[in-house]
C-alpha cells in the first residue's frame, strides 16, 4: 500500500462518518451546543468547522500552497485571532443540506489534492504549518488534516449522544 492510498483510505472514513452522523442533525438543531462549559461551538459551526475548515482546504494548502487568502496575502500576515477565532465569530451552516454540500466539496477537494500530491513528494516535501509547530513531511501534514477532520467528528459524535439521539459506538467508528 502506498502513502496515498493509506491518506485517500483514511480520509474517505472519515468523511463517510461525518457525512452519516451529519445525517442525524435536523435543521432546528443547528443553535444547539452542551449546556455545561463555555465556548462551545452551536451544531451549525460544528458543522461548519468539518466541512469547511477542517480537511480539504487545508490539504490544499500544504499541496498548492493555497490557503484561499486573497492575492498578495500570507498566512504569516493574519493576526493571531484569524487563525483560530473566538467561538463567537465561527460561521454556521443554515441548514444541514448546505453542510452535506460543504462536506462533499471538500471531501472532493481533500482527495484530488492527494492525487496531485505524488507519491515522492509526500515524504521529500518538508515545512512547518503556517499555524506553527515542527516541520514535517506533507504527508504528515496531510494526515494530521485527515485526522483533525477526524476529531471533529468525534465531537459531533459525542454533541449528537449529549443531545440524547441513540447512537452506538459503531458509528463513530462506521461499523
Given amino acids: 500500500m502506498t502513502l496515498s492510498e493509506v491518506l485517500v483510505e483514511e480520509a474517505e472514513a472519515a468523511y463517510t462518518i461525518a457525512e452519516s452522523l451529519f445525517r442525524q442533525v435536523a435543521d432546528d438543531e443547528l443553535s444547539w451546543r452542551p449546556p455545561t462549559g463555555k465556548t462551545w461551538m452551536t451544531m451549525g459551526q460544528l458543522l461548519m468547522h468539518c466541512a469547511s475548515f477542517s480537511c480539504g482546504k487545508a490539504i490544499q494548502g500544504f499541496v498548492k500552497g493555497d490557503w484561499g487568502l486573497p492575492e498578495g496575502t500570507g498566512v504569516e500576515d493574519l493576526p493571531p485571532v484569524d487563525h483560530v477565532p473566538p467561538v463567537d465569530l465561527l460561521p454556521s451552516v443554515q441548514t444541514v443540506d448546505q453542510a452535506l454540500e460543504l ?56 454533541y449528537l449522544k449529549l443531545m440524547g439521539k441513540d447512537l452506538k459506538t459503531g458509528d463513530l467508528w462506521g461499523a
Fill in 103 to 158: 462536506l462533499a466539496e471538500d471531501r472532493s477537494l481533500a482527495l484530488s489534492c492527494i492525487a496531485e500530491a505524488g507519491e515522492k513528494n509526500l515524504m521529500n516535501w518538508r515545512s512547518r504549518a503556517p499555524w506553527g509547530g515542527p516541520e514535517a513531511s506533507l504527508f504528515q501534514h496531510l494526515l494530521h488534516m485527515v485526522a483533525h477532520l477526524a476529531q471533529h467528528k468525534g465531537q459531533l459524535f459525542y
